[in-house]
């Protein structure tokens, strides 16, 4: 288990969560990355910009 950066809420985790998997945070729906797993560590995932035919 972890808790979410964002609202501070609970993340569940099991022992087959890796380092770079992403997570959605059920309570506030922000796309977690974990970052490190001993202790399992989050942080909001990189959000990709549109690319607009540019």
Do not use: F, R, S, Y
């Not at 969560?17 to 059920?26: R, Y």
């Not at 202790?39 to 909001?44: A, D, F, G, V």
Request: proline share 6%; charged share 30%.
């Amino acid at each position: 288990m972890a808790a979410c950066p964002v609202c501070d809420a609970t993340v569940e985790t099991n022992d087959q969560t890796v380092k770079g998997e992403l997570i959605e945070c059920a309570e506030c729906g922000t796309e977690l990355e974990v970052t490190a797993l001993e202790p399992i560590t989050l942080k909001e995932a990189p959000q990709e910009e549109e690319d607009w035919g540019e």
